[in-house]
């Protein structure tokens, strides 16, 4: 069974809000390294809400989009370890 150990902490992260005109979403590209980012809609009932991941420096973002304006605010999430270190460790 899996044991939880609840930390909180602030994070800083980069948000940016985002008129996309024309260019579809899957069309943006990485703040860090300037490539395509791949991007993901975990739950078919929130198109609104997806993510994104870049393949090339490994970057993850949260896209809240909305639909209707085709404006977006792209959230640029810390590095793959930071959470790892603020939950004091490997997790375990
Ligand atoms: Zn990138």
């Not at 809400?49 to 304006?69: E, I, K, N, Q």
Request: proline share 7%.
């Amino acid at each position: 069974m899996a044991e939880f150990r609840r930390t909180e902490a602030h994070a800083t992260v980069t948000i940016l809000g985002v008129s996309l005109g024309v260019t579809p979403i899957s069309e943006v590209s990485c703040l860090n390294c300037r490539q395509p980012v791949d991007v993901h809609q975990p739950d078919e009932g929130f198109p609104e809400r997806m993510l994104g991941t870049c393949p090339h420096c490994r970057a993850w973002y949260l896209w809240d989009f909305d639909v209707d304006s085709n404006n977006a605010v792209m959230v640029l999430l810390p590095d793959n370890h930071y959470f790892k270190r603020v939950a004091g460790g490997t997790g375990a």
